[in-house]
T-cell receptor, first 117, second 117 residues
């Protein structure tokens, strides 16, 4: 069965520094997608970035980039120039192909990121 | 606003009562998901619809839980005879779907908080 592991329950980072949030995954499929979501204290899940398993380039979206290492099954999120508003829970998630049981996404346990001024 | 909307946002109910949550997905999205999230945890998959067909239900979804999407648009999640362990945030999400892995983003609503007293 597929699984997502986030080993950092919490992180503190100084404002304007870069931060890397770790994510490893386990799947037997060759075709899958990886997501990162941000969840502030309000509860809303905000989509940040997506990486497909066949994408050769690492995904980037503004200050967010995904360090995708397929052989190691890792998909770390890198946030450059962190801001106070980046303080939130961050979830790594994976989606497998198909219409039925493989179409849901599963989430890791999350990392709470706190940005210090 | 054309995002995923959920109603009510907050619900406090007495143990044993029934509650119903509604989700309106993004209009052109054919896939709709329900997740449950407890404090400090990542969202857990409950069930998923492709149009009006409920394609998968998690083992977390006991007989007291039922979800419908009668016309392939909005969905309802009903919990009968609520228990204190049902206290959680119930998240709805939607996406475009296809038979191949895609980057079609899964968009979440702001969640419905349930407190059973």
């Amino acid at each position: 069965a597929q699984k997502i592991t986030q080993t950092q329950p919490g992180m503190f980072v100084q404002e304007k520094e870069a931060v890397t949030l770790d994510c490893t995954y386990d799947t037997s499929d060759q075709s899958y997608g990886l997501f990162w979501y941000k969840q502030p204290s309000s509860g809303e899940m905000i989509f940040l970035i997506y990486q497909g398993s066949y994408d050769e380039q690492n995904a980037t979206e503004g200050r967010y980039s995904l360090n995708f290492q397929k052989a190691r099954k890792s998909a770390n999120l890198v946030i450059s120039a962190s801001q106070l508003g980046d303080s939130a829970m961050y979830f790594c998630a994976m989606r497998e192909p198909g219409y039925s049981s493989a179409s849901k996404i599963i989430f890791g346990s999350g990392t709470r990121l706190s940005i210090r001024p | 606003d054309t995002g995923v909307s959920q109603d009510p946002r907050h619900k406090i109910t007495k143990r044993g009562q029934n509650v119903t949550f509604r989700c309106d997905p993004i209009s052109e999205h054919n896939r709709l998901y329900w997740y449950r999230q407890t404090l400090g945890q990542g969202p857990e998959f409950l069930t998923y619809f492709q149009n009006e067909a409920q394609l998968e239900k998690s083992r977390l979804l006991s007989d007291r839980f039922s979800a419908e999407r009668p016309k392939g648009s909005f969905s309802t999640l009903e919990i009968q005879r609520t228990e204190q362990g049902d206290s959680a945030m119930y998240l709805c999400a939607s996406s475009l779907g296809g038979g191949i892995p895609s980057g079609n983003t899964i968009y979440f609503g702001e969640g419905s908080w349930l407190t059973v007293v």
